[in-house]
């Protein structure tokens, strides 16, 4: 084999171990953010339950910033199953 094509070899071989880190590096990414968005989805779905025992003219107190504003029950509903849809839609 000539040195010419050992190096073209050696390089054709640096560029796949990029390649293949590269890969490597976003698996790794996906899978931190899935892992987030299960956790969301989760923490939203206990959320959801709690929201389901309240009667219908509980107070209920959204975090807004260091503030905390009040919020209807029904809006409060709807709000927790966007979020769920939307985590779902990601996962």
Same mark, same amino acid.
């Given at each position: 084999?000539? &040195?010419?094509?050992?190096?073209?070899?050696?390089?054709?071989?640096?560029?796949?171990?990029?390649?293949?880190? #590269?890969? *490597?590096?976003? %698996? +790794?990414?996906?899978?931190?953010?899935? #892992?987030?968005? &299960?956790?969301?989805?989760?923490?939203?779905?206990? $959320?959801?339950?709690?929201?389901?025992?309240?009667?219908?003219?509980?107070? $209920?107190?959204?975090? %807004?910033?260091?503030?905390? $504003?009040?919020?209807?029950? +029904?809006?409060?509903?709807?709000? $927790?199953? #966007? *979020? %769920?849809?939307? %985590? &779902?839609?990601?996962?």
């Amino acid at each position: 084999m000539s &040195t010419a094509a050992v190096r073209d070899l050696q390089h054709q071989l640096e560029n796949q171990a990029n390649a293949l880190n #590269k890969i *490597r590096k976003d %698996i +790794a990414k996906n899978h931190q953010v899935r #892992k987030q968005y &299960t956790i969301q989805h989760g923490e939203n779905e206990m $959320v959801q339950k709690e929201l389901e025992l309240l009667i219908e003219d509980a107070n $209920v107190y959204k975090l %807004i910033g260091p503030v905390l $504003v009040k919020q209807d029950l +029904a809006e409060a509903n709807a709000n $927790v199953a #966007k *979020r %769920i849809e939307y %985590i &779902t839609a990601e996962l």
